[in-house]
C-alpha cells in the first residue's frame, strides 16, 4: 500500500468511524454498488461576507472551495455522524474528495467539491437524489463563519439534509466574516528623554460608514500594546489623550483594511505621548503670635496683607512677589525643580520669629507649604510722668514747674502683701518707672492695674489726685508708649488768703472749700451753716473722718 493510499485510509477511518456500523447494517460500500436510479439534484449557493456583499473564491490560494458530502439513504437520520466534529480541518476534506467515488451510484458515499467563483457563486450541478447531505466550506486564514456559525480558521459546516429529485436546484448560503488583528503600540516619552511601554491608556476603533461594524475599545497593557479585532472596512483609530499629556505622534489615524490582503500585512498602530511637564506650587501660609495676660505668647491666627517674594538663587526665574489672602495663604505656582528662596517683608510692629528668608526645595512635580510666623511687637510697659508745682503769687503764679525729690509710689492693684516700687523725680520733676523696672517687680502684666500714688507732705495742698489708677492695654499694641500720670501741689496759701472759690470755677458746686490743716469736717460744715451728712453725701466721701489738707469740698 502506497503512503497516500495509507494517509486516506487512516482518515476515512477516523472521520467515519461512527458511520461503520451504519455501513454494516446496511451493506453499503464507499466504491460502488447500483440502487437502480440515476436521478440527480442541483445545489448550488453563494459565499458572502459580513456585508452580505459576494466574497471572490479566486482571490485565496488554493481558490475557495465548497465540499459536499452526502450518505445514501438507507442510513438512519436520526444516527447521522456530526461531521463538524469529526472533521476539522481542510486536509481532512481534501483527503477525502481525493479518494472519493466519482460515480453517483446509489450505493456510494458522495464527496464532492465545488470552487468558488469571483463572484461568491459556487454549484454542484449532479448529486445523487434522496441523500442525506452536508457542505463544508473551509475558512480561509482569518476568517470565521456567521452563517453557520464556525471557529476562525475553522470549517463551516451546514447540518444534514435530504435532498429528493426537484426541477430548481437547492440554495445553500455561506455567510463569513475576515477578521484583522490589528495591534495598537502606545509608547510614552518621559521629561528625562527615556522611552518606556504606556499602559492603561484607551484606545478606541470606529468604523467609518460600516453600519455592520462594531465600534471597538481596549486599554492598553502592562507591555503597552493592545489588540483590537476588526472587520474589512475604514476605521478611525484613536487614542483617549490623558491630561497634561503632549502627542508626539497624531492622536488619531485612518486604517482601510482589504478583505483579500495577506494574514499579518497589516501594521501595528503607534501612538507617543510626551509626558507633562512638572509644575510644582509653593503654599505660604503666614501667621501672627501675640502676647497674653501673663506675658507669654499666643496664637494670633493668619495674617493677610503680607507681601512675599519669591526667588532662585540660580536667576533662573525673575522674582515674584505677592499678597498673603484673606485666609493667611499665597501660592506661587507652575514651579520647574530647583532651589527657591521665599521672602517676607516684615511689616512695622512685628518681628519674624521663623527664618527669612526660608529655602524650597522641589524635587518633583509636588506641592510644597512652608510656614511664616511672626510675633507682635508690644509697647512699652512703662509710667512716667511730672511732679508739677503751682504757685499762688508771682513769678510762678500761674505757672507750673517741676518738683524734685518727690518719691512716687506703683503698686500692683489686688496684692497682698503689696507689690510695688517707688522712685524719685528728678530736677525736672520727672519720674519714670521703666518696664524693666516693673518687670523685675512682676508688674510688667499687659491688661494688669497699676495704682501709682506720690507722697502726702505737710503744708502742701494737692491739686490733683493724690493716687491714680492706670490699667495697661491688653493686647499691648505696638503704638503704645506707656501710661502718663502727673501730680500737681501747691503749698499752704499765705496770710488771710482766700481759701472759698465761687461757683465761676467750681462748675456745678456753687461754693466750694479748699482744706486747711487742723480742719475737721464737722466745723466745715457748721461754719457754712450744713451738716456733716449733707457734705459727706454732697462730696462723695466714703469716711467723713478722712479729708486731708488742700482737697476741695463742695459745701454749698
Not at 462594531?214 to 475604514?234: A, K, N, R
Not at 497589516?266 to 507617543?272: A, E, G, R, S
Not at 512699652?380 to 508771682?394: C, E, M, N
Request: hydrophobic share 40%.
Amino acid at each position: 500500500m502506497n503512503t497516500q493510499k495509507r494517509r486516506r485510509l487512516t482518515i476515512l477511518v477516523a472521520v467515519f468511524a461512527a458511520m461503520t456500523m451504519l455501513f454494516t447494517m446496511v451493506s453499503v460500500s464507499f466504491a460502488g454498488g447500483e440502487n437502480g436510479s440515476d436521478e440527480t439534484v442541483c445545489v448550488n449557493g453563494y459565499v458572502i461576507n459580513h456585508r452580505e456583499q459576494a466574497v471572490d473564491g479566486t482571490e485565496f490560494t488554493p481558490q475557495m472551495r465548497v465540499f459536499a458530502i452526502g450518505v445514501p439513504a438507507t442510513f438512519d437520520a436520526a444516527e447521522l455522524p456530526d461531521l463538524s466534529a469529526e472533521i476539522t480541518s481542510a486536509e481532512q476534506l481534501e483527503t477525502l474528495s481525493s479518494g472519493s467515488a466519482d460515480s453517483t451510484a446509489a450505493s456510494s458515499i458522495v464527496v464532492q467539491v465545488a470552487k468558488v467563483d469571483s463572484d461568491g457563486y459556487w454549484e454542484f450541478e449532479k448529486l445523487p437524489a434522496g441523500y442525506y447531505y452536508a457542505f463544508a466550506l473551509p475558512l480561509p486564514v482569518d476568517w470565521d463563519g456567521i452563517v453557520p456559525e464556525a471557529p476562525r480558521n475553522g470549517i463551516a459546516w451546514t447540518g444534514w439534509a435530504q435532498l429528493d429529485e426537484q426541477d430548481d436546484c437547492y440554495d445553500i448560503l455561506f455567510k463569513i466574516r475576515r477578521w484583522f488583528d490589528v495591534t495598537v503600540i502606545k509608547w510614552e516619552e518621559l521629561l528625562d528623554g527615556t522611552v518606556q511601554r504606556g499602559e492603561g491608556w484607551e484606545i478606541t476603533a470606529i468604523p467609518q460608514g460600516d453600519p455592520w461594524a462594531i465600534e471597538q475599545q481596549e486599554d492598553t497593557g502592562v507591555d503597552g500594546t493592545t489588540v483590537l479585532p476588526l472587520t474589512p472596512g475604514t476605521w478611525m483609530i484613536k487614542e483617549t489623550v490623558q491630561s497634561g499629556w503632549t502627542p508626539v505622534t497624531p492622536s488619531m489615524v485612518y486604517l482601510t483594511l482589504d478583505q483579500y490582503a495577506p494574514p499579518g500585512a497589516t501594521d501595528p498602530v503607534v501612538f507617543k505621548n510626551r509626558e507633562p511637564a512638572c509644575y510644582a506650587s509653593i503654599t505660604v501660609k503666614k501667621d501672627g503670635v501675640g502676647t497674653n495676660a501673663k506675658g507669654g505668647t499666643e496664637w494670633l491666627g493668619p495674617l493677610a496683607g503680607w507681601k512675599f517674594t519669591l526667588s532662585r538663587p540660580d536667576g533662573m526665574i525673575y522674582p515674584v512677589t505677592k499678597t498673603t489672602n484673606g485666609s493667611g495663604t499665597v501660592t506661587f505656582k507652575n514651579l520647574k525643580p530647583g532651589v527657591y528662596n521665599v521672602k517676607e517683608t516684615v511689616q512695622p510692629g512685628w518681628e519674624a520669629i521663623s527664618a527669612n528668608p526660608q529655602i524650597v526645595v522641589i524635587r518633583d512635580c509636588e506641592d510644597a507649604e512652608v510656614l511664616f510666623e511672626n510675633l507682635e511687637l508690644a509697647g512699652d510697659l512703662q509710667i512716667s510722668g511730672t511732679k508739677y508745682f503751682r504757685a499762688w503769687v508771682p513769678p510762678y503764679q500761674g505757672q507750673t514747674v517741676g518738683l524734685s525729690g518727690w518719691t512716687i509710689t506703683a503698686t500692683l492693684k489686688g496684692t497682698d502683701p503689696a507689690v510695688y516700687v517707688t522712685t524719685q523725680t528728678n530736677a525736672l520733676g520727672k519720674y519714670t518707672f521703666s518696664e524693666a523696672t516693673l518687670d523685675a517687680a512682676g508688674m510688667a502684666i499687659p491688661g494688669a492695674t497699676i495704682t501709682v500714688c506720690e507722697e502726702e507732705r505737710d503744708h502742701w495742698i494737692p491739686v490733683t489726685a493724690t493716687c491714680v489708677d492706670v490699667t495697661f492695654p491688653y493686647p499691648v499694641p505696638a503704638s503704645y508708649t506707656g501710661a502718663k500720670v502727673n501730680f500737681t501741689n501747691m503749698q499752704d496759701p499765705p496770710p488771710g488768703g482766700a481759701a472759698y472759690s465761687s461757683s465761676a470755677s467750681s462748675g456745678a458746686c456753687a461754693l466750694s472749700y479748699t482744706v486747711r490743716r487742723g480742719d475737721s469736717l464737722s466745723a466745715i460744715a457748721a461754719a457754712n451753716g450744713t451738716t456733716v451728712s449733707a457734705l459727706t453725701q454732697r462730696n462723695g466721701l466714703a469716711n467723713p473722718n478722712m479729708i486731708r489738707v488742700g482737697q476741695t469740698l463742695c459745701v454749698q
